[in-house]
């Protein structure tokens, strides 16, 4: 089985960057795509081919597939790599390139439709014997069964998007008399955000940690785990800082979590590469939550601790190669950490787009920047505001605290407001240091809800 | 109106980007319009809000306009190997006239002239891929 000779990398910014790099490495043309307005961006700049497909707006460059379809035929490319957002989880788009004759590098649209389909997903599970996090059965159809279903699991509860993601269409529910509200607002924020307003319910476990398992899988069924991750600091259920291994994690939880995925993942007949999310309880319950159908922005963390390039392996395994490892060969080292930058106002985490008149990285060992930023660069702002990843790895936990914060203190952006600064407070917290967090310790700094104190004062 | 007034005028437009100006003062009215010129490609990119590309000298002078490609694709002049060109040099088009076909996974497009006039350069080769934006025909307005 070859390889193939030309993939055209489907996205923009960091995630495109990156999917060019493991092509070149692996002696496979790579074309870009860009809008109107990225001329100038990185991937486009390093990529072999590069096609406009579009104006500014996503809708008409990014998610345009018949553009991108177009471009990937006068071009000639052999497959497609979708990155992460955008067409990423589109089983029309994942047909399209089936129907095309172009090899679409991702699961099968089958697992991206029930990975889409939380409320279904959940069910699928819990049928399979994997234990979900208590809530409906499937969708819920009215205001009623949400009453219903929190009588049987007790408050609080948590309305979920069925079709959704990045916390839009989610509502939290403490009592009777806010189910009405929390209802209505959920269901049209996910019908707006997803064009697909059912909803599920799932118990609400405020102290919960969120830890994901990377998996792999090819053809032939093999599934194996590259160990998990925990991403448990969370803004509005959006990630901002991952690591790998978990603070709470043994060599017992991580084979329990391990074969949990894998066993997921074969229920499902999973192919190519993705992660299954849990919710830890504080007692090491774990619960199955949701998949996710393709690579992650924090897929780096485990390439740091495993020493395995991910994407690469994907492309591999899209070309319908066998699984290189055995989960024998696994071997997770030492501690890695990542820190989402984002062009955002570290405070109030508005958006910051403008540009970059100063960008200086940081390096030595250990340290990993995966950026499409550049000195000169204007980060548009039709597109989301993440700008760059900072992974550190270290021998141990305690290191890699370290490095991240002597990388937090020389990554020099200007130009532009950065979520620097929140990170250099995490990094600075006991709760942090202690790995004695969970989701809503984000919050609990952020309104100066003093849980915890800072290790070391604030210069 | 003084020399001197006229290069206050002058030198107030200088660092803005107005491009034309009209001044009444005395009974007198002076009207200055200048050509911004081609923006680079690095101002698109400082500008991502800029929609509209300020005209070239030769499009301001001549009243030129490009048609550009609305799609990714293959271009072709032919409606059909054996046929003739849709159009050619020195034609005159109308509003809406298809110029050109631009083939995008196996669906024909025809592209439309967006003016009345006469068509005065075919910047891409039968055949050719495009891209969003590639500009195809310059057309002179009448």
């Given at each position: 089985m070859k390889l193939f000779k030309k993939i055209l990398v489907a996205n923009r910014s960091e995630i495109a960057v990156r999917v060019i790099r493991a092509c070149k490495e692996l002696g496979i043309k790579t074309v870009a795509v860009y809008s109107d307005v990225e001329r100038d961006s990185i991937h486009v700049r390093i990529a072999d081919e590069a096609v406009c497909i579009g104006p500014a707006n996503s809708s008409q460059s990014y998610l345009n597939i018949p553009g991108i379809l177009s471009a990937a035929e006068i071009t000639d490319s052999e497959a497609i790599h979708p990155g992460y957002g955008f067409l990423a989880e589109n089983p029309h788009f994942a047909e399209a390139c089936h129907t095309s004759g172009i090899t679409f590098i991702g699961p099968s649209p089958e697992n991206i439709r029930l990975g889409g389909e939380k409320a279904k997903a959940r069910q699928m599970m819990k049928r399979k014997g994997i234990p979900i996090v208590p809530g409906s059965d499937g969708p819920i159809s009215s205001e009623d069964s949400v009453l219903k279903v929190a009588r049987r699991i007790g408050f609080p509860v948590i309305l979920k998007a069925s079709?959704?993601?990045?916390?839009?269409?989610?509502?939290?529910?403490?009592?009777?008399?806010?189910?009405?509200?929390?209802?209505?607002?959920?269901?049209?924020?996910?019908?707006?955000?997803?064009?697909?307003?059912?909803?599920?319910?799932?118990?609400?476990?405020?102290?919960m940690r969120h830890i994901e398992v990377q998996i792999m899988a090819d053809n032939k069924g093999n599934v194996i785990h590259l160990g998990e991750r925990d991403c448990s600091i969370q803004r509005r259920h959006q990630k901002l800082i991952e690591e790998s291994p978990s603070p709470i994690s043994t060599e017992k939880f991580r084979k329990k979590i391990g074969d949990l995925a894998i066993k997921a993942a074969k229920a499902m007949k999973y192919r190519n590469i993705g992660t299954m999310e849990f919710i830890v309880e504080p007692d090491e319950n774990i619960y199955f939550m949701e998949i996710n159908t393709r690579v992650q922005v924090e897929h780096s963390v485990t390439e740091s601790v495993t020493g395995i390039d991910i994407i690469k392996e994907q492309i591999k395994l899209a070309a319908g190669l066998p699984l290189e490892y055995k989960q024998s060969n696994i071997r997770s080292s030492g501690h890695s950490i990542e820190c989402r930058i984002n062009a955002e106002d570290p405070e109030r985490f508005i958006p910051s787009p403008g540009r970059i008149t100063l960008?200086?990285?940081?390096?030595?060992?250990?340290?990993?920047?995966?950026?499409?930023?550049?000195?000169?660069?204007?980060?548009?702002?039709?597109?989301?505001?993440?700008?760059?990843?900072?992974?550190?790895?270290?021998?141990?936990?305690?290191?890699?605290?370290?490095?991240?914060?002597?990388?937090?203190?020389?990554?020099?952006?200007?130009?532009?407001?950065?979520?620097?600064?929140?990170?250099?407070?995490?990094?600075?917290?006991?709760?942090?240091?202690?790995?004695?967090?969970?989701?809503?310790?984000?919050?609990?700094i952020t309104s100066g809800n003093a849980a915890g104190r800072e290790a070391v004062p604030e210069v | 109106m003084e020399i001197s007034d006229l290069k206050e005028l002058i030198a107030l437009l200088k660092d803005t980007d107005i491009t034309e100006l009209q001044v009444e003062k005395e009974g007198t009215m002076i009207k200055i319009r200048r050509h911004l010129g081609h923006p680079s490609l690095e101002l698109m990119a400082q500008r991502p809000v800029l929609q509209e590309r300020a005209k070239t000298v030769e499009e301001e002078t001549q009243r030129l306009v490009t048609i550009t490609s609305p799609i990714v694709g293959t271009f072709y002049r032919l409606p059909s190997p054996e046929a003739l060109p849709f159009v050619d040099v020195g034609m005159r088009v109308t509003k809406g006239q298809v110029l050109c076909i631009i083939e995008a996974m196996k669906l024909m497009n025809e592209i439309e002239s967006e003016v009345d006039g006469v068509v005065v350069k075919i910047l891409v080769e039968n055949g050719q891929s495009v891209e969003y934006g590639e500009p195809l025909f310059l057309i002179e307005q009448i």
């Open positions: 079709a959704g993601g990045g916390g839009k269409g989610m509502r939290i529910v403490n009592e009777e008399k806010d189910i009405e509200q929390a209802y209505y607002l959920a269901q049209s924020e996910a019908l707006a955000a997803f064009g697909n307003g059912e909803l599920y319910i799932e118990k609400y476990i405020p102290d960008f200086y990285q940081p390096g030595g060992p250990g340290v990993r920047v995966d950026t499409a930023a550049y000195c000169g660069w204007v980060v548009p702002p039709y597109y989301d505001s993440l700008i760059a990843k900072l992974i550190v790895h270290g021998k141990e936990r305690g290191e890699a605290i370290m490095k991240m914060r002597r990388a937090l203190d020389e990554f020099l952006i200007e130009g532009i407001k950065t979520t620097i600064p929140f990170h250099k407070k995490v990094l600075q917290h006991t709760d942090f240091e202690q790995g004695t967090f969970n989701t809503s310790f984000v919050e609990k | -």
